[in-house]
C-alpha cells in the first residue's frame, strides 16, 4: 500500500516553507532568537495565514513583555499568570490545548522569561518536555520563542531533543539570518545551512569562508561554567570574567591580566616553551577565551590546532604588503581537548591496550585492525555527546574535516606528518545521521594514535606514550558547492625552504608551493599518475617540465566532497568542469590546439574538457597568489626563527584578490646536509659503480651500506601478481625490521614509487615499513612504465627527511646514469637465508648481502645538494 504525503501547512512566509518543506500537524516549532523583536515576524505571519485557511488560532500570553499579537478577527488570547507556579500554570496550558478542537494553531509568548517566574531553567525544560508532546499528539500547530545565552546546555538540549523544529534566528551586520538546526523527519540539501533573510527570500550561505565569517561574528557559543565548580579550567576562566567585570581600566599590561593569562595559555597549550613564547607574544587573552569558547571537553588543545592559531596571529600582527587582516579567511574551529581522549581509553577498557604497545614498540597492520575495531566500539559519555550535538547544530550540512591535533604533533622538532588521520565528514543527511559520522570520524582518529607509523615514529624518536595525547582540531572545510560537488579552487602546501631546486636560478631560501585544485589531500598524499603544479617562489614561470611534458605531468584528477552520495572521491578533471561553466577556468587551465599548449584567453573556454591542462599559469601571472604564499612563508618563518612549512586553501574573487584559509603550520625538517660541501668522487673504475642519479633532491653520505634489498622491476612488471604485489609493503616492512637487527646500513630499491598508493606504479609500504632504511631508491625503466615522481611536500617525502633517509630517482635507461645491471642480477639473493617464510616472494625480491657479493667492500652513496647528483659505489673497508 502506497504511504501517503502528510498534509502540509503554511508558516505564512513562502521561502520558510520552501526551506521546511512546510508545516505538519504535530510540529512545535521553536525560535531561538537573540532579540526578541524577530519572533513577532514570524509569529504574526503564521497567525495570519493560519486564519485564512480557517485554522483556530490561540495566542497565550503570559510574558511581560509588549503583546507579540495584536487582538484580531479569528484570534482567541488567554492570558495566565506564571507567578502562580509551574504545576497550575502548565495545568493551565493543557487544559486550553485539550479544549481547542482539532488542527488548532497554538503562538506562545518568550518561555524564557518563564525562568524569571520560577527562578530555575529546570522546570521551564519540565514544562516543554510535557507540552511539546501533548500538541504533538493531539495534532495541533504550535510556535515558541526562546532568548539564546539565557539558558543551560542541558535545557536547551532538552528542549531540542523533544520539539520537531528548532531554527536559530541571529544578525551580522545589519542582516537577519535563520539557520535550522533541527526539522524532523524532512530533508534537503541545504536545509540546515545559514541563510539569509531579504526580500527577495532566503539565500543559503554555502561559501565556506562566508559561513565562517558569519557565525564568528554571530558568536553563537556562550561558554558554560559551573559557578561552584573548583576545576582549574573553571576557576582561571571564572576569575577573568569577574576581573574584567570590575576594572573598568582593564588592559592585558597589569600583573593581574597576565597572571592569568599564562595559566589559561598554559591550560591551553601546554609547557612547550617555545609554543607558549610565541603564544603569549602574539596571542591576546581575547584569543585564548574564543579559543576555551569551542573547547569541548577540557585538556590541551595540540600541537596542529596551536600551529594554526599562532600562525594567523602572526600573519595579523607584522605588518607587510599583503593585509591578512582582510586577505586571510576567518576560521571558525572547535577542539577537542586532550582529556576527552584519556576519558574515552579509560572508560572502553582500552587504557591498558596503549601501555602494552607502547612496550612492543610495534605493531602489524593486521593486528591494527583489531585494535581499531575496538574503538569504534567505544562510547562516550552523555555530557561529551551534548557537545558534538553543538558542534553539528553549528556547521549545519556544511562540509567538516576531523582532524589529529596530538600534544606532540607538528612540534618545533617532530612533525609527525601523516602518523595520525584525519577524517572528511561530507556531513549531509538528518542531524542523527551527520551526529554518527562525526563520531565514528573521531573515534578513527583516536585509534590512528596506535596505528604502526605512529608507534614506530614515537619509538625511533625515544617518546614515550605518557608524553603523547591526543586532541581533535575540528575545521570547516574550505570551498564552495560546485555542481553536487564541494571542494576549494585551491589547495596546496608551502615550504618557506625549497630543497628541490630544479635549476640553479632558483633561490631554495624562498620556498616553493605545492599547488592543486580541489581537496589539498592532493598535494600531500603520494598519489599515482597524477601531478601537482610545483611553484619556485623565487621562479614561479619555471617548471621542472617543458613543452608538452606540461600535459604529461599536469593535474588530472580531483579530490571532491560528493554531496549526493556523501562521500570523498576522487573524479577526472575533465568530469568536473563537464560544460566549461566553472567561474575560474581561464586562471587555472590551458588548452592544448594544433599540437601546443596555450593559456586561455577566452571566457568561457571553446576547447572541451579534454583539452583543458590544469596549469595555473593565468593564475601565477596574474594574480598575486605566488606574492601573498611568499609573504606568509617568510613572516611564519622569521617568528619560528627556522623553516617552516603550510598547508593552505586559496580563493579568488571576482576582482582576482586572493584570500588564503591558513590550515596548519609547522617546522620543516631540513636535511643536515644542505648547505654543506659534499663532493662526489671522479675517475672512479665503472665496475664499482652501482649507479648514478642525476635529479637527486636529498642530500648527504650513507656509508657502511651492507645489505641491498632490490626487488626488480621488470620481474615485479611481468613476474608478480596482483596479491603479491599488494602484500611487497609487508614483506619490506619485516625485512625492515629484521636487518635493523643485524644494526648494518641498509638500501632498497624499487621500481616506481615507493609509498604509492597504486601498487601497479610502486611498492605501497607505509612509515613502519621503511623507518631503518638508510637509502630509497626509485628505480624507473620507462619501458615498464615506472616513473618516479617528485614527491616532496608530501607526507611520504617529510618521513624521509625526518628519517634521514637519502631519498634518490635513478634511470636505468639513461645510459649517464652507469646503472650497473650485472651486479643486481648476479649477486646471490639470500632472503631464503635469512627469513625463509618470505621464500615465496624470491623471484621478486632480492637480497643482496654486498660484502659476500663484492669481496668484503660495502656500498657508498655519496648526494651532492648543489648539483642534485648522486653515485653509489663500491668501497673497501
Known sequence: MQKMAPEMYSSGLLPLDKLLQGLRLGDNLVWQVDQLEDYPYFARAFVTQSIRDGLDCIYLRFAPQTAIIEPCPGLTIKKIDPSLGFDYFSSEVHRIIEECGPKSCFVFDNISSLVNEWATDELLANFFQVTCPYLFELGHLAYFALRRGQHGHSTINRIRNTTQILVDVYHVAGNTYIHPLKVWN??????????????????????????????TAARLLPVEIKSQSIAPWDVVYRNIMQYQENETDFTEETEEAKTLKGKLCQMIFGNHPKLNQLADHYLTLNDLLQVRGRLIGSGRIGGKAAGMLIARRVLVADKG????????????????????????????????????????????????????????????????????????????????????????????TDAFAGKYRSEFCTNQGSPED??????????????????????????????????????????????????????????????????????????????????????????????????????????????????????????????????????????????????????????????????????????????????????????????????????????LERAWAQPIDIEFTAYVDDARKIRVNLLQCRSLRVHRSAGTEIRIPKNLPKERVLFRSNQAISAGVVSDIRYIIYIDPQKYDEVATYEEKSMLGRVIGKLNSHLHDKE?????????????????????????????????????????????????GTHFFQDLVEAEILYLPVYPDDTTADFNTKFFTDSPNILEDILPELSNFKDVVQVIDVKAAASGATAKVIGDPRTHRAICFLENN
Open 186 to 215: 524532512r530533508y534537503s540539501t541545504q536545509m540546515f545551512l545559514p541563510h539569509l533573510l531579504s526580500n527577495e527570500g532566503l539565500e543559503p550561505v554555502s561559501h565556506s569562508g562566508d559561513a565562517a565569517m558569519l557565525l
Open 321 to 412: 604588503d599583503t593585509d591578512f587582516a582582510q586577505g586571510l579567511e576567518e576560521h571558525d574551529s572547535f577542539y577537542i581537548g586532550s582529556d576527552v581522549f584519556f576519558t574515552f581509553l579509560i572508560s572502553n577498557n582500552l587504557f591498558q591496550i596503549r601501555l602494552e604497545l607502547s612496550k612492543k614498540g610495534r605493531l602489524s597492520w593486521d593486528d591494527f585492525v583489531e585494535v581499531e575495531s575496538r574503538f569504534l566500539a567505544g562510547k562516550f559519555s552523555e555530557e561529551i555527546m551534548e557537545q558534538f550535538r553543538k558542534i553539528i547544530d553549528y556547521y549545519g550540512q556544511a562540509p567538516i574535516i576531523v582532524r589529529s591535533s596530538s600534544l606532540l604533533e607538528d612540534g618545533f
Open 744 to 792: 648494518s646500513m641498509v638500501m632498497a630499491m624499487g621500481p616506481g614509487r615507493w609509498g604509492s598508493s597504486n601498487i601497479e606504479l610502486g611498492v605501497n609500504v607505509s612509515y613502519s615499513d621503511i623507518d631503518d632504511i638508510a637509502v630509497l631508491v626509485e628505480v624507473a625503466h620507462e619501458k615498464a612504465g615506472h616513473v618516479p615522481e617528485v614527491s616532496y
Open 434 to 635: 551527520r551526529l554518527k559520522a562525526f563520531i565514528k570520524a573521531v573515534k578513527l582518529v583516536y585509534a590512528s594514535a596506535l596505528n604502526p607509523d605512529a608507534i614506530s615514529y614515537r619509538h625511533k624518536r625515544g617518546f614515550g606514550e605518557g608524553e603523547e595525547q591526543m586532541a581533535i582540531l575540528v575545521q570547516r572545510v574550505s570551498g564552495m558547492p560546485y555542481k553536487h560537488y564541494f571542494f576549494p579552487i585551491l589547495a596546496g602546501v608551502a615550504f618557506s625552504h625549497n630543497l628541490y631546486a630544479w635549476t640553479a636560478r632558483i633561490d631554495p631560501t624562498k620556498g616553493m608551493i605545492r599547488l592543486v585544485y580541489g581537496l589539498g589531500t592532493r598535494a600531500v598524499n603520494r598519489v599515482s599518475g597524477d601531478y601537482p603544479r610545483m611553484i619556485a617562489v623565487s621562479h614561479p614561470q619555471l617548471r621542472p617540465e617543458i613543452g608538452m611534458g606540461i600535459a604529461k605531468y599536469s593535474q588530472r584528477l580531483v579530490d571532491v566532497l560528493n554531496l549526493k552520495t556523501n562521500t570523498f572521491e576522487v573524479k577526472p578533471f575533465a568530469e568536473i568542469i563537464e560544460g566549461n561553466n566553472y567561474p575560474a577556468l581561464p586562471l587555472l587551465t590551458s588548452e592544448i590546439a594544433d599540437g601546443y599548449l596555450r593559456d586561455l584567453i577566452s571566457t568561457p573556454p571553446t576547447s572541451s574538457g579534454k583539452n583543458l591542462i590544469l596549469t595555473f599559469n593565468n593564475l601565477i601571472n596574474q594574480t598575486k597568489m605566488v606574492n601573498v604564499i611568499g609573504e606568509i612563508l617568510t613572516k
